[in-house]
């Protein structure tokens, strides 16, 4: 497993919730998965996902609509807080010209372990007439950094949701109608990257993510076991 992604799971940054009950719902009802040592929730990882951040910004969202970069709380591992701090003056330099909260220097970036949220989004996130776009996704891609350089894991991650259920088992699952409740950050539906009927599905959008967190294999794997549940779930 990735060390960055070891690092966050070991300051217990998943949510505190019964997720044993919730595999042995998934397996009673064949919607669990497995698939190089780890366990899928197939219903989530199978759901419709899109990035398209027009559609969740602050002043360009429907109401009630929520969006990971100006909504949830990221909470960064003292790894990568450090890295985020060295990197503040490439920082600055990027968003001074796009975003008015820089423009008077370095705001504040972080209450305690949590990124801050001026102006209700996140201090990183710049803001456009498409959307929204991550000054530390942005630096890592013009720099050659690899993805997590900057970039945090809960950023990284969304919605995929990352459980370590003890016992070397680790169940990879992901905001959703049915898991809403355990997830935290509010309901699925409120999140219109979730709200989609067709187009890729989550684990087919954020393979890459899949490939620099585990493995090529692994992404392949996953993404197989997805496949696999999706056509024998049409088949009735």
């Known amino acids: 497993m990735n060390a960055?992604?070891?690092?966050?799971?070991?300051?217990g940054s998943a949510a505190?919730?019964?997720?044993?009950?919730?595999?042995?719902?998934?397996a009673q009802r064949g919607n669990l998965g497995a698939a190089r040592g780890l366990l899928l929730d197939l219903p989530a990882l199978a759901q419709p996902h899109a990035c398209r951040s027009g559609t969740c910004a602050p002043g360009l969202r429907e109401p009630r609509r929520r969006s990971c970069c100006a909504d949830l709380d990221v909470e960064v591992t003292p790894g990568e807080a450090g890295?985020?701090?060295?990197?503040?003056?490439l920082v600055a330099a990027w968003m001074k010209p796009r975003?008015?909260?820089w423009q008077g220097g370095v705001p504040e970036t972080m209450d305690g372990a949590t990124l801050r949220r001026p102006g209700r989004r996140c201090v990183f996130a710049a803001s456009n007439a498409e959307g929204l776009t991550c000054s530390l996704h942005a630096i890592e891609d013009e720099t050659g950094r690899p993805r997590g350089a900057l970039k945090p894991m809960p950023c990284r991650l969304f919605p995929i949701v990352v459980v370590d259920l003890g016992d070397n088992h680790v169940l990879l699952t992901a905001l959703a109608r049915h898991t809403s409740a355990l997830a935290g950050g509010g309901g699925a539906?409120?999140?219109?990257?979730?709200?989609g009927?067709?187009?890729?599905?989550?684990?087919?959008?954020?393979?890459?993510?899949?490939v620099e967190l585990w493995s090529r294999a692994t992404a392949r794997a996953v993404?197989?076991?997805v496949e696999r549940w999706r056509a024998e779930t049409a088949k009735g």
Do not use: K
Not at 16 to 26: E, F, N, Q, T, Y
């Open 16 to 26: 505190i919730a019964d997720w044993g009950g919730h595999v042995r719902r998934l």
């Open 99 to 101: 975003d008015a909260r």
């Open 189 to 195: 539906a409120a999140f219109p990257c979730l709200r």
């Open 83 to 89: 890295r985020i701090t060295e990197a503040l003056p």
């Open 197 to 210: 009927e067709a187009g890729p599905t989550l684990v087919e959008s954020a393979a890459d993510t899949l």
């Open 4 to 11: 960055d992604l070891d690092e966050w799971l070991g300051m």
């Open 223 to 225: 993404v197989r076991a």
